[in-house]
């Protein structure tokens, strides 16, 4: 390789005297995919913000091509050819594909609209990205893949040739993540650099070149990927070796507690049946699609089904509400923490007692009380927060997810329903989840996971059951737990 | 190690966002004071205070509503129309204070009975407050004068005018009425369960709707506790006159309502507000008044100013988000 396309020297940052970024070096080639690791915290995101203009660095200089750069604004990055894939995607869900596209940077024929340029301009795109898209169809209308693409589209139409991606597999089925793969590798190709973040070491491993280790905002290593392993990026990251992600699997009792026969939702459920033994940790595994939120959301009774019975410790239930599934001890932490889960703008006590403040309260509600049960809970669950007014907003994706699992703890469930519960938080959190739920089923309580994860499904379950297409496909258990079998019948193959 | 630093920004955070329209309030009276030399003597003071309690004790509701995510337009024409029934009902009832106690339960009861028209409109029919309540805000007016037709109501009872017009250790009633009600407002807000879950819809209704909170019950609830405080201040207007005039009673309420309430720091998205807020959000538009007609400006340039002064609040609160 010749001279680097970026060079980052001796970049710094502090905030209100904190240092987060300290001292980074590092140069990234021409067409190479570069991978930034680090747990919440290490200062990925800081990095990544400083490269696309969103922040300036406290000391140390960018070069692009061996000239020295100053990105003051996101604009001036883009004018730079660096653009950033957003994890949440700035599409406006009411406009086309192509008027996305070119949002902001219309082409113009006088005083109107080029439109059938800026059609054949999105088009020629969507060809080289080999993707069947029609520039004329409504972003409302996509998958969540698919935005991702237009997303990606819409920098190459900038000519971007730094691409900063941060977390983009997270929101991808597993089929979805296969063509962002082949997508990348074909930017790649083209000279296109991707600076690429991903809590997954697996994928890291398999698309990065080099990878750039942060810890505690310090510059741990620069790695060729084929000199390490997933064991040694997560090492590097934590700083100790992290034994036991997972904690033994305990093993359920004789009795049913909950048990589900021909749950049927139209164009959703069909003929599900299944039953949940006391102190088990149940998977749901499949692909995104497959039913299973809607499953736990009508188990909650936060959607009417057509017809099925429940029976929870043998007593037949009908659940037609939240509060009813209260009633007899069911708790669903859902996959959107943030749209369903937590309340950003409220406190941490208040979000933690919102389902049980019957309990804190006697005519008014006994706020010590509901601070000193936090206070527990903080404890408990190692929970990070600078104070106990802090607002949920302020706290990182880890704390929250331990925040939310506190709120449905305060309920005293008897059954709990996980809905990806790991999903978007660091390694060390994640850690401390999967002992979290451990305990819980060793004090008899019983636990449904659903996850997109593999590895926590085959780490954590005694028994797991496939859904493709709204149906259970498969139930697996014992050494049949493996990553070959459930796969097969997620996606069908059969 | 960065103590200091952390603190600042704490203490910065506090005296600026939340205690914004205390600190407007006191900049208020003030100027006021320095303005005039009648404005703090205790008549004026009361004059101030009563001409608020009206569209004050409404504000107070309409915060809940707020919070919640809603909106009532519907509030002033609703005046009007329980106004006039309940004068009606008092001249039905005849003379006596069994009578005037009837009259007023029966306006209270009617406030929040209209009050859960609203809820109902908004909840079960799923139309969005602000066009839900433009429509009965049409109605209710409609109703008052066709029952009226269009004529003043006037009381036939000597003891009625007594609620509006008494006071109790030289403080108007209305405005006991209108601070104990914050009082307790206040309280219902910040200490109880149903407090809690009006903050929790209005800040997120698909959280509230995942953590068994029945949102639409707490909807339809704000919109009756806005009614409630309709009947309470249809009673206090029409009391303290003896009548009411069917076209003008009630004009323009929703507004001094609504602005009281953003005044007073609550944001119009919903999620979080205080009742304190739209007291001192209320105060701020009386002496605004109140000032206006002690320097002789034109009546017809008050609204201007009332104007400037909610989208400065706005553009305050804009600026803290």
């Known amino acids: 390789m010749s001279e680097p396309l970026l060079t980052i020297k001796n970049i710094s940052k502090e905030f209100s005297g904190v240092r987060v970024l300290n001292n980074i070096n590092i140069d990234i080639n021409r067409g190479e995919i570069y991978g930034i690791l680090g747990e919440n915290g290490a200062g990925k995101s800081t990095l990544l913000k400083i490269i696309c203009g969103i922040y300036t660095p406290s000391a140390g200089e960018l070069f692009l091509a061996g000239r020295k750069v100053s990105v003051g604004t996101p604009m001036e990055a883009k004018a730079l050819g660096i653009s950033m894939i957003p994890q949440e995607f700035n599409l406006i869900e009411t406009l086309t594909v192509f008027e996305n596209i070119f949002l902001g940077s219309e082409v113009r024929k006088g005083f109107l609209l080029d439109k059938p340029y800026m059609r054949e301009q999105t088009s020629n795109l969507m060809q080289e990205l080999q993707t069947d898209l029609s520039p004329n169809a409504l972003i409302s209308s996509l998958s969540v893949a698919q935005k991702q693409m237009v997303e990606i589209a819409k920098a190459l139409v900038h000519d971007s040739h730094i691409l900063i991606m941060d977390e983009p597999t997270t929101v991808l089925t597993i089929h979805e993540v296969e063509i962002l793969f082949d997508l990348m590798a074909k930017l790649k190709e083209k000279g296109v650099t991707i600076l690429f973040i991903s809590h997954k070491l697996k994928e890291v491993k398999r698309v990065c070149d080099r990878i750039l280790i942060l810890r505690d905002g310090d510059q741990i290593g620069v790695e060729e990927v084929q000199n390490v392993d997933e064991h040694d990026m997560a090492r590097k990251m934590v700083g100790r070796e992290l034994n036991q992600t997972f904690p033994e699997k305990s093993f359920p009792q004789e009795e049913v507690v909950l048990q589900v026969r021909n749950l049927n939702i139209t164009n959703l459920l069909t003929d599900i049946s299944f039953e949940l033994k006391k102190g088990e940790i149940l998977g749901f595994s499949g692909l995104i699609g497959a039913g299973r939120t809607e499953l736990a959301e009508s188990l909650m009774g936060l959607r009417p089904k057509n017809s099925g019975e429940i029976t929870i410790n043998g007593e037949k239930v009908d659940i037609q509400s939240p509060l009813d599934a209260l009633k007899h001890k069911l708790g669903y932490l859902s996959e959107d923490r943030k749209g369903k889960g937590l309340l950003l703008n409220f406190r941490i006590p208040e979000n933690i007692t919102l389902i049980s403040l019957k309990k804190y309260t006697r005519w008014f509600i006994r706020k010590e009380q509901e601070a000193e049960s936090t206070r527990n809970y903080i404890k408990q669950f190692n929970i990070k927060a600078s104070s106990l007014k802090s607002e949920l907003e302020f706290l990182s994706g880890g704390n929250q997810q331990k925040v939310y699992f506190s709120k449905w703890m305060d309920t005293d469930p008897d059954i709990l329903i996980l809905d990806e519960p790991t999903r978007g938080i660091d390694v060390n959190a994640k850690r401390d989840m999967y002992h979290f739920i451990h305990s819980l089923v060793e004090a008899g309580v019983s636990c449904i996971i659903i996850s997109s994860e593999l590895e926590e499904i085959i780490g954590l379950c005694t028994r797991v059951i496939v859904m493709r297409e709204g149906r259970i496909t498969s139930e697996v258990s014992g050494e049949h737990i493996n990553e070959e079998e459930i796969m097969y019948y997620a996606a069908g193959l059969n | ?321």
Not at chain 2, 15 to 26: C, G, M, Q, V
Not at chain 2, 249 to 265: H, M, Q, R, S
């Open chain 2, 1 to 321: 190690m960065n103590f200091q630093a952390v603190n600042w920004n704490q203490i910065k955070k506090i005296d600026f966002s939340k205690y914004t329209p205390f600190i407007a309030l006191l900049l208020l009276v003030i100027l006021s004071a320095i303005g005039s030399e009648h404005f703090l003597k205790f008549r004026n003071i009361t004059n101030i205070l009563r001409q608020v309690s009206y569209t004050g004790t409404i504000a107070l509701g309409m915060t809940f509503a707020i919070v919640a995510g809603g909106f009532d337009l519907s509030v002033g024409s609703m005046t009007a129309f329980v106004g006039v029934i309940a004068i009606y009902t008092l001249n039905y009832l005849g003379a006596g204070a069994d009578a005037v106690i009837l009259a007023v339960l029966a306006a209270i009861v009617l406030g929040s009975a209209l009050g859960a028209v609203n809820g109902l409109i908004v909840t079960k029919g799923r139309i969005t407050s602000f066009i839900a309540t433009l429509g009965t805000m049409s109605i209710f007016r409609s109703l008052t004068l066709y029952v009226s037709e269009a004529g003043e109501v006037i009381s036939q009872n000597d003891l009625y005018p007594e609620i509006g017009g008494g006071y109790f250790l030289n403080i108007p009633f209305p405005v006991l009425i209108f601070l104990g009600l914050a009082v307790a407002f206040h309280v219902l807000l910040n200490n109880t369960p149903f407090g809690r879950h009006v903050c929790a819809v209005g800040a997120n209704q698909q959280v509230a709707v995942f953590s068994a909170i029945k949102v639409k019950w707490i909807t339809f609830l704000t919109f009756v506790i806005t009614g409630f405080t309709v009947g309470v201040t249809a009673v206090l207007l029409s009391s303290r006159l003896n009548s009411v005039s069917p076209g003008d009673a009630g004009i323009f309420f929703e507004l001094d309502a609504i602005a009281a309430v953003v005044i007073g720091g609550t944001p119009l998205s919903g999620g979080r507000g205080t009742i304190w807020g739209t007291v001192i959000g209320a105060v701020i538009l009386g002496i605004i008044n109140n000032m206006l007609n002690m320097l002789g400006v034109s009546p017809y340039l008050q609204g201007t100013v009332k104007g400037l002064v909610i989208l400065i609040a706005v553009l305050l609160q804009y600026k803290k988000s």
